[in-house]
Nanobody, 115 residues
């Protein structure tokens, strides 16, 4: 079955960096667009970044443009989210997602930006 497993979250100071990973199984990411979402306490889940199946196109939320980079390694069936210049407002649980007839989600990884 489809499974998405995120990792790489943690506690980081403002201005720091983290790289999240999402290992997929049960399907091939090279045939699908992949996305990262996040959900902060008391807020709705929001789209952070999307990468097309070929990797040729990416889209970002305005709040992360210029700071976050989504990428993929099809050979490893893995999607990444490199987050630079992190701000306290980036604190959230980050989820990897793919749409295959319906949305599939990972369990999420906590990112906390605090001094």
């Amino acid at each position: 079955q489809v499974q998405l497993v995120e990792s790489g979250g943690g506690l980081v100071q403002p201005g720091g960096s983290l790289r999240l990973s999402c290992v997929a199984s049960g399907f091939t990411i090279s045939s699908n667009a992949m996305s990262w979402y996040r959900q902060a306490p008391g807020k709705e889940r929001e789209l952070v970044a999307t990468i097309t199946s070929t990797g040729g196109n990416t889209n970002y939320a305005d709040s992360v443009k210029g700071r976050f980079t989504i990428s993929r390694d099809n050979a490893k069936n893995t999607v990444f989210l490199l987050m630079n210049s992190l701000k306290p407002g980036d604190t959230a649980v980050y989820y990897c997602a793919v749409y295959l007839a319906f949305w599939h989600w990972g369990q999420g990884t906590q990112v906390t930006v605090s001094s």
